[in-house]
């Protein structure tokens, strides 16, 4: 492509002279904030936090990929004199891009002193937030939409959290709040509508009473919501609508290290371009910020350009639109729709084309700032605009000044522009200005798409874009641009087939052609980055595939070619997934008539801190304001995997000005340093030699974060590798790298006789990954000296007990001279049990040594780096079966992926062994563990604790009879379910086993049948798209594995003024142990949950304390809660009794009179349990179990492995439910994090053991889009539980395992695929089920192109661990 230089009337020919500030100002919550000396470096959420208190603001990422830092910022647009409303990432935003700003944040818009704000009192209430340090993030993205779309549709919404995530809810509770703000929720019946007077579905999803006498529905009442009047929002700052100077002035801040300009005239800018030609310009901060945050890049001379009218402009063209440079996506998004509507459509084929890829660019906080310029010049070869923008050959205008003379030139888009990785031809000196988007003609399509891990939010793996003119009126291609990226590293066109394409038909003779011609021509190397080699190259082949489909059915509609040119199965290939509106029932027992209305068991009570979370006003961690003489700790962290530790050389970092000291193995005695939850096999910091990378090797402390984290970098550390790295299951079975005392095995019946007279054997195996937890506040610590021999932690532990023990070990200090509080988490699910050491002994030493006070938050990266996962597991088994069906014997071997230390592995292993028959009954079993010992960071605890990678053995097994023997699967499930009565290969008899009561109701609430039967019918019809269904049981044994751990304590203090200070053995970890221990305590004392408090969980409240997890924090801390009360109730019964009129607060006022203790511990020791198969064979392994189905329909595109979960249905048996609305919340969550675990959550490690998906950009978590577009949930009725807390169930971990369902539904849907093209329905398919995967395994005429190198040719990208 020629790059011509022209001249443009560019030059203003004004003087470049402006009038210039250097201070900042701004508002934030109606206040205005001047600030001298603002640091270009500070982001607007650092700011925000750090100068300005305004902790409801959280720090999730810092990497735009949360949007738990969303806030709203508010700008005039002096053209129209618009106010402009946006929400965006704090965690990115630069705070110097604020001059003449409003930012309003969470606690701006309302408090629970004052008054909710709608859109704070909504999500809470509709049970929207559970650890709630997304909400505030949540919040703000809606409030945000709210005060620029009053009333806005589903699809505002969808759009509005597309960058926000949430570990916790699964997303359900949060829509269906918010829900109730659209266009679709409001009824012409007002507020006579039954959804609102409450008569309609508790969900506010149609008319129909659903509920039936004993059945409940409704979570929450929306009569009772407060009104949403949009006049009464605050109003934009007068003073920076009325001073047009805040925008006319140009602007310097320089700090010691960097320079920010905001000049307004392009001359001006150029001239600053000119003279330091490696500055960057900063427009959203989207690429820029994540450099310098997460690369460490430094760039002295920042320019904003956002006041520079010639980049700002949007301007209409006969023939194209002129976007200047810096308009942002969202922007040219919302004028190209509007200019759909408005022109021709063959004129707006590429303007479609590109709001559809907008839709799926980044998230709204990304899309409102990011600039098309900022993603062309960054030349990413995964930017999804440039493949679009290369095909339809752009042409951009640049501009420079060369010897004071502003000089223009136009380039195009196309072959030449990229000139290599992340480079292009416009010069260092040279500023793009703007983009021309052509109108298209009516012989010219453009067809743009892109396949990534997660439709929304993320970025590509290959993405495509074919720009075709055929010659008028016919289907005989003229001229073609093909291009694509995520092929090579930059955005490539395919030269060599357009040019054999030309004078061709459009037909599928070209199709054969072209797809064999582009294999040929963008080939990739077996070891190229981003891995995945064989899919890439056929998303390739499919993506030409399905624009060919969709370019053929446009040329049918335009006559030219005839209706049959292509099949209506082969046009299922043309299409691509949208965001179904979300439908759901939940379903659960209703309260007796009889229960007094006081007594709150059994009621969907609001999570007691959502109100505080919603408003920003709940404390985490990281919120306890900083101490005067506080200090910051960085971590070293180990870059290699496998090493000896030749030397560390802290110099550098120590001779910077704030560096206040470095610690390292060498500061502790070898006692000391060795530590662990269960084994003291791991270090406090590394001696001698490293086992993994992220391992802590030191600690600086320094006067702030950015000082700390950068004088960490700068620690030198020489290693010596060693031999061998192990890094993933298969290498550790290879070199027999195991822990000591493994393989262990648990034996049952005679499998020897039993694989004698089996009918049927089969030999088989399924391998799953690990999982990031993913909790949104990273692992954080406070540590504060107190008298000389004493320390406090604040910490954000699930064991808080731990905490205290390791730190006494480590300081050489009693325990009962160290108080570890937490107050609560934002989100665990296991990572912060035995994990918190990491942060919280360096931070103890530190603050002990330098009697400061010192804190840690991980980063993101540094925390997925340094803090395990959930363990990959490896099955491999043999089975023995009739040909009935009926299972008879099983041999199976479970390998674990430990890491390089043991933490709590023995035990994860221990119950995937004990749950991997998971509802079958196989009467002769012998199962073996191996704790595999490889270089990675040590695995540890996650959700369902080794429960859901056991259980996922079993449901392969179980498969695999159901296909030998060709029956049906839900037949073989049926015969092979365990009964009432039935005995476990671990010795326990289950009692009142209701699966098949789970399993009936669950086939009935879904339409099992007659959904089974549609999936037939669309399979059939449909080429390209596959339907599959799966049901999935699951039975979870309650107990720690550990007896001991199976305690729980409370302590109740009541005050004079009748109040109660509930303090219990568990932490509040968003999972609302909080709320149903007070709603345990309220029924026991026989007095309203308003009178009861928990403020924290400390160590010197309730001492010796369980972790909470094993799902089991309600059942021993209820139970203790219960032994507690009772004490206070048998002391203040004499007191009732004299005085049976009065109330509680003159009870309490006798008993103090009286000289009774208001103040009670309480404590459970769980009965029967400590199962041992030699010491203790008769003892229960669990104490019980709970079980639930789950149903999910899955469709799959078999040409580029994308999915969508139509419905998930799911009944479970929790006993009677304490608080349905968090149960249903926990089963939602725990289904959705499932679903992210089997099928999309993906660890991506070098062959050295280095993680690569560090953050949200790369490691996958379910969005809101991700959700099961019909997800319905049933509490079992009837069914009280005898053995836990007022006849409750634990909830916890129990229905993760059903996320499996999309597993298996999609493994249906890719056998219907197979099938029909003649191959086998018996292949592997490891977990996740990630689009590669999927792909892959949907063999088809394209894959078979792909020639796969033989894996011992070539060291591969990635590796799986
Ligand atoms: C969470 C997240 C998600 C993302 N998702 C996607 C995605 O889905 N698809 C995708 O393609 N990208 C994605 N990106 C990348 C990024 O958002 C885009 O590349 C974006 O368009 C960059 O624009 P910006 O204004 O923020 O650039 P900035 O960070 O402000 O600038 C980026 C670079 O461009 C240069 N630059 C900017 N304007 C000019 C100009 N006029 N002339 C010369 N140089 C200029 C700057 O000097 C700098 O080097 C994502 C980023 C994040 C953080
Ligand atoms: S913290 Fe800003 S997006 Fe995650
Ligand atoms: S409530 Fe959303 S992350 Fe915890």
Known sequence: ???????????????????????????????????????????????????????????????????????????????????RHLAVNACLTPVCAMHGYAVTTVEGIGSTRTRLHPVQERIAKAHG??????????????????????????????????????????????????????KEFSCAMGDKCCKVNGNGDGNGNSC?????????????????????????????????????????????????????????????????????????????????????KFKHLLYPVLINPSKVKQLNEIKEHEDSIYFGASVSLMDIQNYLQDLITKLPEYQTRFFKCAVEMLHYFAGKQIRNVASLGGNIMTGSPISDMNPILTAGTVKMLVAGMVDGQLKTRYVHMGSGFFTGYRKNIIAPHEVLIGIYFPKTLPNQYVIAFKQARRRDDDIAI????????????????????????????????????????????????????????????????PSAPGGMIAYRRSLVVSLFYKSYLVISQKLVSAGIIPYDSISDEECSGAETFH?????????????????????????????????????????????????????????????????????????????????????????????????GPVFHDETVFAANVVYCQGQVLGAIVASNQSLAQRAARSVHVIYEDISPLIVTIEHAIEHKSYFPNYPRFVEKGDIGTAFKDAEHIFE????????????????????????????????????????????????????????????????????????????????ALACYRLRRPVRCMLDRDEDMMITGTRHPFLFKYKLGFTSEGLITACYIECYNNAGWSMDLSFSVLERAMYHFENCYKIPNIKVGGWVCKTNLPSNTAFRGFGGPQGMFAGEHIIRDVARITGKDLLDIMRMNFYKSGDITHYNQKLENFPIQRCFDECLKQANFYMKRKEIEDFNKNNRWRKRGIAV??????????????????????????????????????????????????????????????????????????????????????????????????????PIKEALPKADWKEWINKAYFDRISLSATGFYSMPDIGYDPINNPNAR?????????????????????????????????????????????????????????????????????????????????????????????????????????????????????????????????????????????????????????????????????????????????????
């Open 1 to 83: 492509m020629d790059q011509k230089i022209e001249s443009s009337d560019l030059s203003t020919g004004k003087n470049v002279r402006t009038k210039t500030s250097s201070v900042l100002i701004f508002f934030v919550n109606g206040k205005k904030v001047i600030d001298a000396n603002p640091d270009p470096e500070c982001t607007l959420l650092t700011y925000l936090r750090d100068k300005l208190f305004l902790c409801g603001t959280k720090l999730g990422c810092g990497e735009g990929g949360c949007g738990a830092c969303t806030v709203m910022i508010s700008r005039i647009d002096r053209n129209t004199n618009e106010i």
């Open 129 to 182: 937030s559970q650890c709630g340090f997304c909400t505030p993030g949540i919040v703000m993205s809606m409030y945000a939409l709210l005060r620029s779309s009053p009333q806005p549709t589903m699809k505002d919404l969808e759009i509005a959290f597309q960058g926000n995530l949430c570990r916790c809810t699964g997303y359900r509770p949060i829509l269906e709040g918010y829900k109730t703000f659209t």
């Open 208 to 292: 129909n009473d659903n509920s039936s006498n004993n059945v409940d529905d409704k979570l929450f009442e929306k009569s009772k919501f407060l009104p949403f009047d949009p006049s009464q929002e605050p109003i934009f700052p007068p003073e920076l609508q009325l001073n047009t100077e805040f925008d006319s002035n140009s602007i310097v801040f320089k700090s010691p290290r960097v320079t920010w300009y905001r000049p307004v005239e392009l001359e001006e800018l150029l001239q600053i371009k000119a003279q330091n030609p490696n500055a960057k310009l900063v427009v959203g901060n989207t690429e820029v910020g994540v450099e310098v």
């Open 462 to 525: 290959v993405n495509s874009a074919i720009n075709v003119f055929f010659k008028p009126n016919t289907n005989i291609v003229d001229q073609i641009f093909m291009a694509f990226g995520g092929m090579a590293p930059t955005t490539i066109l395919a030269p060599r087939t357009s040019e054999m394409m030309i004078k061709q038909n459009w037909d599928h003779v070209l199709v054969e052609r072209v797809t064999e011609s582009l294999c040929a021509e963008l080939p990739l190397e």
């Open 579 to 675: 965001t179904p509106i979300l439908k759901s029932a939940q379903l659960f027992e209703r309260v007796s008539s009889e229960q007094s209305i006081c007594d709150p068991i059994g009621r969907p009570k609001v999570h007691a801190a959502a109100m505080k979370q919603a408003t920003g006003e709940a404390m985490y961690c990281d919120d306890i304001p900083r101490m005067e003489n506080e200090l910051y700790l960085a971590l070293v962290l180990s870059t290699k995997a496998h090493a000896k530790i030749l030397s560390i050389d802290a110099t550098e970092a120590l001779a910077m000005d704030g560096v206040q000291a470095f610690y390292s193995s060498k500061d502790l005695t070898e006692y000391e340093n060795e530590v």
């Open 764 to 843: 088989g195996s399924c391998r799953m990954g690990g999982q990031e937890h993913f909790y949104l506040e990273t692992h954080a610590c406070v540590a504060i000296p107190r008298d000389s021999d004493e320390i406090e932690l604040f910490c954000s532990t699930q064991h808080p007990s731990e905490v205290q023990k390791l730190v006494s070990h480590v300081l050489s200090i009693p325990a009962h001279r160290v108080v570890c509080r937490s107050k609560r988490l934002g989100g665990g699910f296991g990572g912060k049990e035995s994990r918190s050491i990491s942060v919280a002994l360096p931070c």
């Open 1032 to 1133: 999935v049981p699951t039975k979870y044994g309650i107990a720690f594995g550990v007896m001991h751990l199976n305690q729980g304590g409370a302590l109740i203090n009541i005050y004079g003024d009748g109040s109660v200070l509930l303090s219990h053995g568990g932490v509040e970890i968003g999972q609302g142990l909080n709320t149903k221990m007070i709603q345990c305590a309220a029924r026991a004392l026989g007095i309203p949950t308003e009178l009861i408090h928990i403020s924290e969980t400390a160590t010197d409240k309730v001492p010796n304390t369980s972790p909470t997890a094993a799902s089991v924090g309600s059942d021993i801390n209820g139970m203790a809660v219960l032994d507690a009360c009772q004490k206070l109730n048998e002391r203040l019964k």
């Open 1181 to 1361: 392994m669990y104490n019980y179990y709970t079980n639930g189905v789950g149903i999910s329909v899955v469709e799959i595109d078999c040409l580029t492995g994308d999915h969508q979960v139509l419905s998930t249905d799911i009944v479970m048996d929790i006993g009677s439910s304490i608080n349905p609305a968090i149960d249903i919340g926990q089963i939602e969550g725990a289904y959705m994090q499932g679903y992210g675990l089997f099928t999309l959550e993906e660890l991506i490690y070098s062959p050295q053991g280095t993680l690569y998906s560090r953050g949200p950009g790369m490691y996958k978590l379910p969005g809101f889009a991700d959700i099961p577009a019909e997800f319905n949930v049933s509490l079992l009725t009837g069914a009280p539980n005898p053995r836990a807390v007022y006849s409750s169930k634990a909830v916890g971990e129990p229905p993760l395992f059903i996320g499996s369902a999309a597993f298996f539904a999609i493994k249906d849907a890719i056998a219907a695929a197979r099938a029909e093209k003649g191959f086998s329905t018996n292949f592997e398919l490891h977990a996740p089920a990630t689009s590669a995967r999927i792909r892959m395994a949907c063999r088809d005429k394209f894959t078979n192109l792909i020639d796969e190198p033989h894996a011992d040719s070539f060291t591969p990208w990635n590796i799986v661990p």
